[in-house]
């Protein structure tokens, strides 16, 4: 570590995680809900928190890229971060997504231009330089949580595709087509990820500390696709649509069984990691990775409940919204107490 303030922030632009745009999915899409429930001052809070982390998270990134370009480039190497970039993909469209609720279509619009770009390019970088494109073998070793950010990530282009096609009846054809298509990529991507995760966890020791906060993806890659499949059913007729509403509404429900079931899984994991194996709790991007699904589970719950008319399902969103507030609360506070204690005032 550096010895001066400086010194301390450029060693920690060198170490920045590439999944650190996690924290504009969480803050965006608890103001989301936030949003949906009519807590209008708190959602705003949230969308500026949302708005300033990916404008300094991308400003941060932009100056690794200059001034550490070596450490940028052997993170897309390593399988067990490389995949962590397509958050920059979901933060993008969860921030579009959240500005489209205050009527800023444009901006929607160019970040949905940026994101679906990134999407394809990191789609085939990625998986080429941190998987297909190792000697060392087997790769299936390394997978872990983050691999289901490339599916939350294609799920992302969806939900905001299906968000601006009301709003822009002259590209309706091409945003459902585009809706469509990542919708349906993004199910063959979490199946394909599926399986490598769980070949890792079944041939290969799994010790406490290798199960991190980012296996929660799992069930937010899930809760994203509920998102997403429900819009799509409710876009206007069009070729597209019409073919595969049936499809989109019945699998939509099955992914909204699938991550409800997780969700007890996920929580023991976490007891076995920190209260039986004694891992210490300490802040860690990948904590990120925690706020997003479980904010995801909440839009989740609260979308599919008003599409079909089921109360319950809006009633369980609207008791996790506030497991979703405190979550993104307790990992916030962290965060800044980490700031504080290795950047600002770092002890001896």
């Known amino acids: 570590m ?19 745009f996690a924290l504009v999915m969480g803050s965006g899409i608890v103001s989301i809900a936030l949003q ?3 807590f209008h001052a708190a959602s705003l809070v949230l969308l500026a928190v949302c708005a300033a982390g990916y404008i300094l998270i991308l400003a941060l990134h ?10 940028l480039v052997e993170e897309f190497h390593d399988p067990r971060r490389g995949f962590g970039f397509f958050t920059f993909v979901a933060g993008t469209n969860v921030l579009g997504i959240r500005l489209a609720m205050e009527g800023r279509l444009g901006w929607t619009s160019a970040l949905l231009a940026v994101g679906f770009g990134a999407w394809l390019i990191l789609g085939y970088v990625v998986p080429w330089t941190a998987v297909l494109g190792r000697t060392a073998r087997p790769v299936v070793a390394t997978a872990n949580g983050t691999w289901f950010i490339w599916a939350v990530a294609s799920q992302s282009c969806a939900v ?3 968000t601006l096609e009301p709003a822009l009846p002259l590209l ?11 919708w349906s990529v993004g199910i063959f991507l979490y199946a394909a990820c599926g399986v490598f995760v769980a070949l890792r966890m079944m041939l290969y020791e799994l010790k406490p500390v290798d199960l991190t906060p980012s296996y929660w993806v799992a069930m937010g890659a899930m809760a994203i696709t509920v998102v997403a499949g429900a819009r799509i059913v409710e876009m206007e007729d069009t070729p597209m649509v019409t073919v595969v509403r049936g499809l989109v509404a019945g699998l939509s429900v099955v992914c909204w069984a699938f991550a409800t079931w997780l969700i007890p899984a996920l929580v023991a994991a976490g007891w076995w990691r920190h209260f039986v194996h004694r891992v210490p709790l300490n802040y860690e991007p990948t904590l990120w990775s925690i ?3 479980v904010g995801m589970y909440t839009v989740a719950c609260l979308t599919v409940g008003e599409a079909d008319g089921l109360p319950v399902l809006g009633g369980i969103g609207a008791a996790w919204l506030w497991v979703a507030c405190l979550v993104w609360l307790l990992v916030f506070a962290a965060m800044c107490r980490h700031l504080w204690r290795t950047l600002i005032r770092p002890r001896p």
């Open 2 to 20: 550096g010895t001066g303030l400086s010194g301390r922030v450029d060693d920690a632009i060198a170490s920045l995680a590439p999944g650190y």
């Open 36 to 38: 949906i429930q009519k």
């Open 62 to 71: 932009l100056l690794r890229l200059l001034r550490h370009r070596a450490r």
């Open 160 to 162: 905001a595709a299906a």
């Open 172 to 182: 309706r054809r091409e945003l459902a087509v585009l809706a469509v298509f990542s």
């Open 291 to 293: 706020v997003f699904p």
